[in-house]
């Protein structure tokens, strides 16, 4: 298979991680769209990394909390902190824009970050740390792989289902040139995915992403009327921090 049959693929991993991709030279922004099914599989080229960060630290007997950070770090540098960029804009701008669709638009622009952002970055960050040191003192690392996996999976439904609220923007080229097939195909795979590396684990890890998906959509839409690439991130961040923590719930002894 040639580099240019491989072009969505480097695309999505262009703006979904800081793994190395060929030179891309200029995208034009159909490209942008049929890099989106691509987008799962980057998370679980995450969650391998990760997941194998893991197994090496507690094999060497590293004290889980110590792993679960370095882990953490792994975890957020590979993924560019892009979507813990989109959780705090998203914060700031639901409380400071209460009451008005223009002004919590206005606000998620701003970059800037409020101590509502700040606060909720460091909730969901030990939230995750939290999960992750208790996943790894069960010997449970291999459930790491499949969350960023089911969190970019949430972007692909936010896309199929769910208007831009915007008129422009890098979210409003993907949801206007999605293949929709393809990333339907990347959804049930990812799905499939997820059921065979932990199965009931994994059907509880599904279920809890769509049960946050439906809610953070209702709340989408009363509020802006549709989604931004800044809530789709916090979507993300919300959904692995909160299957982390389901996951120690389904593992404990």
Not at 86 to 115: C, F, N, Q, Y
Not at 215 to 226: D, F
Request: glycine share 10%; charged share 15%.
């Amino acid at each position: 298979m040639s580099l240019l049959n491989l072009r969505p693929l480097w695309i999505a991993l262009w703006l979904m991680s800081r793994f190395p991709v060929p030179y891309l030279g200029p995208v034009e922004p159909a490209e942008t769209g049929r890099s989106v099914p691509w987008y799962p599989f980057v998370g679980l080229l995450i969650g391998l990394a990760t997941g194998l960060t893991a197994v090496a630290l507690s094999g060497l007997g590293t004290d889980p909390g110590v792993a679960a950070a370095v882990v953490l770090v792994v975890w957020v540098w590979l993924s560019g902190a892009l979507f813990l960029d989109g959780l705090a804009d998203t914060a700031d701008a639901w409380v400071g824009g209460i009451g008005s669709r223009e002004r919590t638009l206005e606000i998620m622009k701003d970059p800037h970050s409020g101590p509502i952002a700040v606060t909720t970055l460091v909730l969901v960050l030990i939230a995750k740390w939290a999960g992750l040191q208790a996943l790894i003192a069960a010997g449970a690392t291999w459930v790491i792989v499949a969350i960023p996996m089911l969190g970019r999976a949430q972007v692909l439904a936010v896309l199929l289902s769910t208007p831009y609220a915007r008129e422009r923007g890098m979210a409003a080229d993907q949801s206007r040139e999605l293949p929709r097939r393809a990333t339907r195909g990347a959804i049930v795979a990812t799905t499939g995915g997820v059921l065979l590396l932990a199965r009931w684990s994994g059907l509880a890890m599904i279920l809890t992403a769509a049960a946050l998906f439906l809610v953070a959509r209702r709340t989408m839409l009363k509020r802006i009327a549709g989604f931004t690439g800044d809530t789709a991130g916090a979507l993300v961040e919300l959904t692995e921090a909160v299957i982390l923590l389901v996951c120690v719930l389904l593992l404990r002894p």
